[in-house]
T-cell receptor, first 114, second 108 residues
Framework: DAGITQSPRYKITETGRQVTLMCHQTWSHSYMFWYRQDLGHGLRLIYYSAAADITDKGEVPDGYVVSRSKTENFPLTLESATRSQTSVYFC?????????????FGPGTRLLVL | RKEVEQDPGPFNVPEGATVAFNCTYSNSASQSFFWYRQDCRKEPKLLMSVYSSGNEDGRFTAQLNRASQYISLLIRDSKLSDSATYLCVVNEGGKLIFGQGTELSVKP
């Protein structure tokens, strides 16, 4: 019963490098989400996906790219990492047919950009 | 103005105390409401949904006032294990909007 997993759990990278954060869920949930969490802010939505091959921007999408070729995977790529992207990243999914219902979160990836 | 506002705290209370958190939201068209709990920057977990009629789950009671755009969470008989950050969450147009959270610390 793995649920929703994220990898890596911790990542240190340098400015300008490309980084991909992985998210995998075993529930076959339609909706998946990426959030970032920073001190002084609530979780902020980066991108979300309603189904395979359907993605859309959230509140803070700049500098990020997503894809969803399979229902269970939703990778988030930082094309050229910046210090301002240092954050905790959470992936989430929901079994509901609408996105704005109860969501289940992965354990998070802590990213440090030097 | 933030879409979902909470007092960040911290609220420091003794075991057994009753504590209440409040939250306001800006969009009157918001459709559903939740309280999530987050421990030490781990993943948020759903604590309870919030309904217009109010709802209770053991020691926890949630209330919604749509006219005032206000949500509350009451915790009775606080336990040490209740120490966490409580996130107020609002559904706006199919997306969840999170408040920054209220930190609760329950002391022996």
């Amino acid at each position: 019963d793995a649920g929703i997993t994220q990898s890596p759990r911790y990542k240190i990278t340098e400015t300008g490098r490309q980084v991909t954060l992985m998210c995998h869920q075993t529930w076959s949930h339609s909706y998946m989400f990426w959030y970032r969490q920073d001190l002084g802010h609530g979780l902020r939505l980066i991108y979300y996906s309603a189904a395979a091959d359907i993605t859309d921007k959230g509140e803070v999408p700049d500098g990020y790219v997503v894809s969803r070729s399979k229902t269970e995977n939703f990778p988030l790529t930082l094309e050229s990492a910046t210090r301002s992207q240092t954050s905790v990243y959470f992936c989430a999914s929901t079994p509901f047919s609408r996105g704005g219902e109860t969501q289940y979160f992965g354990p998070g990836t802590r990213l440090l950009v030097l | 103005r933030k879409e979902v506002e909470q007092d960040p705290g911290p609220f420091n209370v003794p075991e057994g105390a009753t504590v209440a958190f409040n939250c306001t939201y800006s969009n009157s068209a918001s459709q559903s409401f939740f309280w999530y709990r987050q421990d030490c920057r781990k993943e948020p977990k759903l604590l309870m949904s919030v309904y217009s009629s109010g709802n209770e789950d053991g020691r926890f009671t949630a209330q919604l006032n749509r006219a005032s755009q206000y949500i509350s969470l009451l915790i009775r008989d606080s336990k040490l294990s209740d120490s966490a950050t409580y996130l107020c969450v609002v559904n706006e147009g199919g997306k969840l909007i999170f408040g920054q959270g209220t930190e609760l610390s329950v002391k022996p």
